[in-house]
């Protein structure tokens, strides 16, 4: 079946960085976009950045370009979100999520079950 599961979150100081990753199983990477979202508490689910087929990467949010970036491995089936300079706003519970195209409106279906990153000193 189709599972995606998430790891890498943790707590950082500011200015810090993590590796997210998102391993991918019961498809594959070659006909999926895959996307990465948060939702901070007591706010809505934003997405952050996607993948595509093709491996091209969009942001769906100005706040973290410059700082975080997404890259895949087709042969690991996963895909891996570097986040750098790591901001306490950036706090939040991490999900990464199939989708039909890598844009705004991916059309997603499937969902990881989160991992926790907390930026605070």
């Known amino acids: 079946q189709v599972q995606l599961v998430e790891s890498g979150g943790g707590l950082v100081q500011p200015g810090g960085s993590l590796r997210l990753s998102c391993a991918a199983s019961?498809?594959?990477?070659?006909?999926?976009?895959i996307g990465w979202f948060r939702q901070a508490p007591g706010k809505e689910r934003e997405g952050v950045l996607c993948?595509?087929?093709?491996?091209?990467?969009?942001y769906l949010i100005d706040s973290v370009k410059g700082r975080f970036s997404i890259s895949k491995d087709n042969a690991k089936n996963t895909v891996y979100l570097q986040m750098n300079s790591l901001k306490p706003e950036d706090t939040a519970i991490y999900y990464c999520?199939?989708?039909?195209?890598?844009?705004?409106?991916?059309?997603?279906?499937?969902w990881g079950q989160g991992t926790q990153v907390t930026v605070s000193s």
């Open positions: 993948i595509s087929i093709s491996g091209r990467s969009s």
């Open positions: 019961g498809f594959t990477l070659d006909y999926y976009s």
């Open positions: 999520a199939r989708g039909r195209v890598c844009a705004q409106g991916m059309g997603t279906d499937y």
